[in-house]
């Protein structure tokens, strides 16, 4: 008999062990951004459990609106494929409610990378300001700082900026790239890298007031034509 009660007690805290999980309650979904930051894959598919998400060319131009395609949220398999070859098979579990998928680096086996980054949507509480990260994915640019001209006294000032991404963990990245408050307006951007040890681009760019960006740098700064080192801006909201 306590034999048999004391069996009825671990079921009981079985039981209630999993229902006090924090794992995303089944059938909810997300918002998934795919960015192809792979500068010689063309079009790539991205598949969620095998049930294809949608197709991505290489990302261009500095004002694109996110598309955010809905899927399930929790763990779930998550593959890169181009022309019927698989080159990423990705283990992830999302809870978040808006979320990006970045492949990156060259698009060959063993080589080609990928990460999630939790996005932000939501502009509430923001006042006159704009959002700002910036995701460095150049193979060969180590960090880059996005600087800016001072109205007050003409000085040059850095306001946001990330090493390589390739150089971290998935869970590094995913817990330290976040966003950071910035002015609105128009303002010259400069990009300044750490490894020529000076200014290797020039925008001028409207920070819109509640907006929030993802400054996107892929490409190889080595190189020239299509693979050359570029920025693209993804507008999150």
């Not at 808006?98 to 509430?124: A, I, N, P, R």
């Not at 819109?208 to 993804?234: Q, W």
């Amino acid at each position: 008999m306590m034999k048999s009660s004391f069996a009825v007690y671990l079921l009981f805290i079985v039981i209630l062990f999993a229902c006090s999980k924090k794992d995303p309650v089944p059938g909810t979904t997300s918002g998934l951004l795919v960015v192809n930051a792979s500068p010689n894959a063309g079009s790539i598919s991205v598949l969620q459990n095998l049930k294809s998400v949608g197709d991505y060319s290489y990302l261009t131009g500095t004002s694109n609106a996110a598309q955010y395609v809905t899927v399930d949220s929790g763990f779930n398999n998550y593959k890169v494929n181009k022309a019927g070859v698989e080159y990423s098979n990705i283990l992830y579990s999302n809870s978040d409610q808006h979320f990006s998928l970045f492949v990156y680096d060259t698009l060959v086996s063993g080589k080609v990378k990928s990460f999630f980054l939790k996005d932000e949507v939501d502009s509430t509480g923001m006042g006159n300001t704009s959002k700002i990260r910036v995701v460095q994915v150049s193979p060969d640019a180590d960090t880059l700082y996005l600087v800016t001209t001072a109205l007050a006294n003409g000085s040059d000032s850095a306001f946001s900026g990330a090493p390589y991404f390739g150089s971290y963990s998935t869970a590094e990245i995913y817990n330290s790239s976040g966003y950071e408050s910035f002015y609105t307006g128009v303002w010259p951007v400069k990009v300044y890298s750490t490894l020529t040890k000076s200014y290797i681009r020039t925008y001028l760019f409207n920070f819109e007031k509640g907006s929030i960006y993802s400054f996107v740098f892929k490409g190889y700064l080595s190189r020239g034509g299509a693979d050359s080192l570029s920025l693209s801006v993804i507008k999150h909201n």
